[in-house]
């Protein structure tokens, strides 16, 4: 261990700490980015969005975390990357000069926990925008051949974890773990209705069962039957779990799982109920876990806790790719603000097909522009029928 700096501890019992949170992050050369420095993210943020617009750096950015926190990850880059992080309150420092880590640590960090790190990835798992495929492999075999950080640099063939596997697995030898799981997707999915183990021509297979808003049931189908939106979050966040229930094989609730998650683009294949029911459900499904994301949507801000850091990344010829931290309170915002607030930026949210004669409505709600737009023609239609009667006076 190299001691790079003198790093401190914090008491987590008089002050609320992620378990496992991103402190601040400092990148030099590395696709894109010439020198960038995130600093000050409070040890009890749950969620970091990254904003900005394509191609300006965000997931240059999220791989330049992941970089730093998986050992070992060969992507030939000359890179220099700083990274602290708070561990159950203990400081840990990575400096990473191309695939050269150095550690720090803060006085009294568990020494078994330091050499578990310098040996093996941290408690981290990663996504690119490419999620929707599982493997056709066993988890273990998969587990061997690709690094988690594969699926976000969107190398080929980097299909995530079969959640098939698991769940015919722990059907057969853990029911417990079975149900936890099946419970976990059925509310993370509001439209899911039941996950079952049925045999045909004597193998196991795991159907899904869907219900609508009633509760009426649809047939059962498989996995790659199911609508884009549910295969990317049975996908993902399967794999997640796989991977996390291994890398600590003594939590025996998945609710109890630590760690940070990182996922390019999460708005991808949802619809804006779901990239809203995202943040603060997984946040309070999985307690224990950071994560740090990038989105074109301000739909999933909407779902974002209060222990939140938002970020706008930027980037021109001169500096390369850089981040400005955006202090806002979104609580009392609807889309149209955030969108034209400086985390988007996005200032002509107007259709192209409006015209001098068009009425922009003001309304928040779509329910308020059809109401106000019957109490106008109510409005005209009166004050056209008491017209009609004084001109008749006139007239007599």
């Given amino acids: 261990m190299q001691e790079?700096?003198?790093?401190?501890?914090?008491?987590?019992?008089?002050?609320?700490?992620?378990?496992?949170?991103?402190?601040?992050?400092?990148?030099?050369?590395?696709?894109?980015?010439?020198?960038?420095?995130?600093?000050?993210?409070?040890a009890d943020t749950k969620w970091i969005f990254l904003t900005g617009e394509n191609g300006f750096g965000k997931t240059s950015i999220l791989q330049s975390i992941g970089s730093s926190l998986i050992r070992n990850y060969d992507d030939k880059e000359e890179k220099s990357i700083n990274t602290l992080l708070s561990i159950e309150g203990f400081l840990l420092k990575i400096s990473t000069n191309s695939n050269v880590y150095n550690f720090a640590t803060s006085e009294n960090f568990p020494k078994e926990k330091l050499n578990e790190y310098q040996n093996n990835s941290l408690f981290v798992t990663l996504y690119g925008s490419s999620r929707l495929d599982i493997t056709a492999a066993s988890n273990e075999e998969a587990i061997r051949q690709q690094n988690s950080l594969d699926n976000l640099f969107g190398k080929p063939n980097s299909y995530l974890l079969n959640i098939n596997h698991t769940l015919k697995e722990a059907y057969a030898y853990n029911r417990d773990r079975f149900e936890q799981i099946l419970e976990f997707f059925k509310a993370i999915l509001p439209n899911l209705a039941d996950i079952k183990i049925e045999v045909n021509n004597g193998e196991p297979e795991v159907v899904y069962f869907e219900k609508?808003?009633?509760?009426?049931?649809?047939?059962?189908?498989?996995?790659?039957?199911?609508?884009?939106?549910?295969?990317?979050i049975l996908a993902m966040f399967g794999d997640m779990i796989i991977r996390l229930q291994k890398l600590q094989p003594e939590v025996k609730s998945i609710s109890d799982l630590k760690g940070i998650v990182i996922i390019d683009e999460i708005e991808l294949h949802l619809h804006p109920k779901y990239q809203k029911w995202l943040p603060s459900k997984l946040s309070e499904l999985f307690p224990n876990i950071q994560f740090i994301v990038s989105t074109h949507s301000p739909i999933p801000l909407l779902g974002a806790p209060r222990e939140s850091v938002f970020l706008k990344v930027n980037r021109n010829e001169e500096q390369g790719i850089t981040v400005e931290r955006i202090d806002i309170d979104i609580a009392g915002l609807n889309p149209n603000l955030i969108l034209t607030s400086p985390v988007f930026g996005f200032n002509d949210i107007f259709s192209n097909n409006q015209d001098k004669k068009t009425v922009i409505r003001k309304e928040d709600v779509y329910n308020d522009v059809l109401f106000y737009k019957k109490l106008d023609e109510r409005l005209n239609e009166q004050i056209g029928s008491d017209r009609e009667q004084e001109l008749l006076k006139l007239m007599k």
Avoid: C, W
């Fill in 4 to 42: 790079v700096e003198k790093l401190y501890f914090f008491d987590t019992k008089k002050k609320k700490v992620m378990p496992y949170t991103l402190l601040s992050l400092e990148v030099e050369n590395f696709r894109g980015i010439k020198h960038l420095k995130i600093d000050g993210i409070p």
């Fill in 212 to 232: 609508d808003e009633t509760g009426h049931g649809y047939n059962p189908i498989s996995f790659s039957q199911l609508a884009a939106g549910y295969r990317n």
